[in-house]
Nanobody, 125 residues
Framework: QVLLVESGGGSVQAGGSLTLSCEVSGSSYCLTWFRQAPGKGREGVAFSERDGGRDVRTNYTESVKGRFTLSFDNAKNILYLQMNSLKPEDSAMYYC??????????????????WGQGTQVTVSS
């Protein structure tokens, strides 16, 4: 069982920054941030594969590369998504998701078993 609690969303102007947090209870090799804008499907944003407290692999969707950065606090068991140079098209509900166990990350949301409640990000132009 993995429990995920997101926080840190809010409203900012274009060019601004936000840091999202995902507090993780339980164990999962794979942790991924997804987002969903109104009327659109759920999109993978960034994922982190971790083993023994260390990063094994991270990946970002093309549209956020160079702007978003993942990090993990081992002491607090929190996954952070630092979002810089935000654009209006980044506006969405952001979800933290976990596959659980040793499963690798993928951009396909339907294979994820555990989801947080989401945190809203709104970027105005």
């Amino acid at each position: 069982q993995v429990l995920l609690v997101e926080s840190g969303g809010g409203s900012v102007q274009a060019g601004g920054s936000l840091t999202l947090s995902c507090e993780v209870s339980g164990s999962s090799y794979c942790l991924t941030w997804f987002r969903q804008a109104p009327g659109k499907g759920r999109e993978g944003v960034a994922f982190s594969e971790r083993d023994g407290g260390r990063d094994v692999r991270t990946n970002y969707t093309e549209s956020v590369k160079g702007r978003f950065t993942l990090s993990f606090d081992n002491a607090k068991n929190i996954l952070y998504l630092q979002m810089n140079s935000l654009k209006p098209e980044d506006s969405a509900m952001y979800y933290c998701a976990a596959r659980g166990g040793r499963a690798s990350c993928t951009w396909y949301s339907f294979v994820y078993h555990y989801w947080g409640q989401g945190t809203q990000v709104t970027v105005s132009s």
